[in-house]
């Protein structure tokens, strides 16, 4: 049997508060809205993905409530003095051994972990 070959397409979460959740990934972390149905999803530009926000309940094939969005950004430190530093659930800057990360919420408390982008070689 030959073996599937998949690529990551996209990402859904479900939420309560569809506004709340649209104003979060649009206005704070800056991701593009590509299409929307009011009181029912809004999706975003996530780069070579996107990330759709969808009201609990429009569906009837509902996943586990379990997920983390990883973003990456160019800076983590800039991205948390940015954000603020507390909304920020967990930091852990650059070191000569990784890459920074930090976690925040969502306004339905979904994991967002931004992860800084590897530099890339000139």
């Given at each position: 049997?030959?073996?599937?070959?998949?690529r990551?397409?996209?990402v859904?979460l479900?939420?309560?508060?569809?506004?709340?959740?649209?104003?979060?990934?649009q206005?704070?972390?800056?991701?593009r809205?590509t299409g929307a149905?009011?009181?029912?999803?809004?999706?975003?530009?996530?780069?070579s993905?996107f990330l759709?926000?969808?009201r609990k309940?429009?569906e009837?094939?509902?996943?586990?409530?379990?997920?983390?969005?990883?973003l990456?950004?160019?800076?983590v430190?800039?991205?948390?003095?940015q954000?603020?530093?507390?909304?920020v659930?967990?930091?852990?800057?650059?070191?000569a051994?990784?890459?920074?990360?930090?976690?925040l919420?969502?306004p339905e408390?979904?994991n967002?972990?931004?992860?800084?982008?590897?530099?890339t070689a000139?």
């Amino acid at each position: 049997m030959p073996q599937l070959r998949a690529r990551l397409a996209g990402v859904e979460l479900y939420f309560d508060n569809l506004p709340a959740a649209q104003h979060f990934y649009q206005e704070t972390l800056g991701l593009r809205l590509t299409g929307a149905e009011a009181g029912h999803h809004a999706q975003f530009d996530a780069g070579s993905a996107f990330l759709c926000v969808e009201r609990k309940g429009v569906e009837d094939y509902p996943s586990q409530d379990k997920a983390v969005i990883f973003l990456e950004v160019e800076d983590v430190k800039a991205a948390v003095e940015q954000l603020g530093k507390d909304r920020v659930v967990k930091y852990a800057p650059r070191t000569a051994k990784s890459s920074g990360w930090a976690v925040l919420h969502d306004p339905e408390g979904h994991n967002v972990l931004l992860l800084e982008r590897a530099p890339t070689a000139d």
